[in-house]
């Protein structure tokens, strides 16, 4: 029933600019956390940024300086603001959210995934 709804992606230069959103659905749900992950072809899964509901974040430290993470808290939606694109950030980017369901529990939503593609 609830599920992430994630927008964006596609094909950057390098040293280009790109920004994704992720939004929980419904949109009122309350998150504990949410946060981007990406996997490229061959490679592991690995954090890209990831933001807690009190404000605390985490950089993957391939893109440290160059990416940010936002909470718009008014629309409950984060945004990763991704600068000087390198074409090694090219993969398919999961946006995660872990929603609180019970005492010491969370349910972990994942949404499908969008193609970052950073080439001339």
């Known amino acids: 029933q609830v599920q992430v709804v994630e927008s964006g992606g596609g094909l950057v230069q390098p040293g280009g600019s790109l920004s994704l959103s992720c939004a929980p659905s419904?949109?009122?749900?309350?998150?504990?956390?949410m946060g981007w992950y990406r996997q490229a072809p061959g490679k592991e899964r690995e954090l890209v940024a990831r933001i807690h509901r009190g404000g605390t974040v985490h950089y993957g430290d391939s893109v440290k300086g160059r990416f940010t993470i936002s909470w718009d808290r008014a629309n409950n939606t984060v945004l990763l603001q991704m600068n000087s694109l390198k074409p090694e950030d090219t993969a398919v980017y999961y946006c995660?959210?872990?929603?609180?369901?019970?005492?010491?529990?969370?349910?972990?939503?994942w949404g499908q995934g969008t193609l970052v593609t950073v080439s001339s």
């Open positions: 419904p949109r009122s749900i309350s998150v504990n956390a």
């Open positions: 995660n959210a872990k929603v609180p369901r019970a005492e010491w529990t969370e349910l972990e939503l």
